[in-house]
């Protein structure tokens, strides 16, 4: 086993007393296969969750002007397409934490052939699936209560949207494959390039004459799919400047121990998404714009988050090339580390979003009755979001070990049981409406991000192999 070096990795003795927020032994790790660093990792993740979102939103605030309808549509026909790519990326869902743990042991057979064997299995399962998703697409649809128009713009993004699925699953390697080589930078430079694309492709299509050759909903389809294409390509030039091998050999061998890692993950990305459709349907049943109100809410909270998922992010990162090399004390104080940091930074952002809730949120949407409901649900986020902390904080250092299992039947129990029985009980039975839904949201999220600590604090982590 080829360790870390002993000037980046040796474990030092932890000093009683003062608290220190940053430990500059755990900030940054060198070996044979690439340097990490802490905030190097975080920060082009953080960036290009916020790019990608101001860019989403965007898109979003352009097409509000043009026509609500067409909103309502993509929106629900991306809740499905989100759900149904899980299923599409089960090969590389694995792939980043078992190549981490490879060059963190300097596995060279691993490190040269497991990524063609997680494209192989990915393109097979996206064929797959869209084409199944293809024969079901109204019944899907019909899940979200669409009718007459809205139905008819959804059914035909929800068909050319399969185009981009089919191209995100390589993407999806792609990805997986700089992330473990400590890349990040690449790729949110290319998350960032095709959202700001995306953005203005959108533009174009609604303020100039390019959009009058095809109806608008035509229009919005063909933007995913071309800058999901051109980020494909930026994805090959990248992996090719910088010389890492995507390998000849597809393996039986390697397909079980992507399916062993990427299954689980996947299933707990899987079961969070169709959580999340089914409580959107279940919004849909109050009102059917209300539809339109989550996605607003989602994508103003979507901010408060995101600085300790980077840190989260980068911690899964380092401390999947930390256990590659044996190193488990320093990944436990690396645990202590980021968990500290993801819960002060979300709930910093929690209450800056609140304080300034209606402006925000009028940047999408000045429905006098819809700004009626957001102050309960402003207030209420900030507790999701402590939650949602523990949980990110937890769960990717868990994962990015190899104890994706525990993690996958946790989440599956909270989002149904939680997430998707408490919102039709609360919201519905209960009759309190969105606010009832942002408590079961509360509730899943402290639920799994306790239970994740107390696994992680069990130690059956190091006991994991991958």
């Known amino acids: ?26 900030i940054t790790l060198q070996d044979k296969n690439g340097k990490l660093n802490l905030f190097a990792l975080m920060l082009p993740v953080f960036l290009q969750c916020i790019v990608n979102n101001m860019l989403g939103s965007i898109n979003t605030a352009i097409l509000s002007n043009y026509d609500s309808t067409i909103i309502t549509a993509m929106n629900a026909s991306n809740r499905i397409i989100t759900t149904t790519l899980y299923f599409c990326v089960l090969g590389s869902a694995g792939l980043s934490i078992i190549l981490a743990h490879a060059l963190g042991r300097d596995d060279k057979e691993v490190i040269n052939n497991i990524s063609m064997t997680a494209i192989v299995c990915n393109v097979v399962l996206g064929v797959v699936v869209c084409l199944i998703s293809l024969a079901l697409q109204e019944p899907l649809l019909s899940m979200m209560n669409l009718t007459g128009e809205i139905m008819a713009n959804a059914k035909i993004y929800f068909s050319l949207r399969q185009i981009a699925v089919l191209i995100s699953v390589v993407s999806s390697c792609f990805s997986g494959m700089l992330s473990a080589y400590g890349k990040v930078t690449s790729s949110v430079i290319i998350g960032i390039g095709t959202c700001v694309l995306s953005a203005l492709v959108m533009w174009a299509f609604v303020y100039t004459p ?29 992996i090719f400047k910088n010389k890492i091998k995507i390998g000849r050999k597809f393996s039986f061998v390697y397909v079980k121990r992507l399916f062993r890692i990427g299954v689980p993950a996947s299933v707990t990305g899987l079961s969070y998404a169709m959580s999340t459709l089914l409580t959107t349907s279940i919004i849909s049943m109050l009102d059917v714009t209300y539809i339109n109100v989550k996605v607003y809410c989602d994508t103003i909270f ?18 999947g090339r930390l256990v590659g090399a044996g190193e488990y004390d320093k990944t436990k104080r690396l645990y202590r580390q980021n968990f500290t940091i993801v819960l002060m930074a979300n709930f910093i952002f929690a209450l800056i979003v609140f304080l300034f809730r209606e402006p925000l949120y009028m940047i999408f949407d000045r429905n006098p009755s819809h700004l009626t409901l957001i102050l309960p649900i402003f207030l209420l986020d900030i507790v999701v979001e402590l939650g949602r902390g523990t949980n990110h904080a937890n769960q990717f250092m868990l994962n990015s070990v190899g104890d994706v299992t525990y993690c996958t039947v946790v989440s599956i129990i909270s989002c149904w049981v939680n997430a998707v029985f408490l919102s039709y009980l609360f919201a519905i039975v209960c009759g309190w409406g969105l606010v009832g839904c942002w408590i079961a949201f509360i509730v899943d999220e402290w639920t799994r991000g306790i239970l994740y600590i107390i696994r992680w604090h069990s130690g059956k982590w190091e006991n994991k192999t991958v």
Do not use: E, H, Q
């Open 1 to 26: 086993m080829t360790r870390l070096s002993d000037k980046s990795l040796a474990s030092t003795p932890r000093k009683k007393g003062k608290f220190k927020l940053f430990d500059k032994s755990l």
């Open 302 to 319: 979507g901010f408060v988050s995101y600085l300790g998922y980077s840190f989260a992010t980068a911690g899964g990162i380092m401390a």
């Open 210 to 238: 390019l959009g009058s050759f095809l109806p608008m909903i035509y229009n919005c389809a063909i933007n995913s799919i071309f800058v999901t294409l051109v980020g494909l390509i930026a994805y090959g030039v990248v």
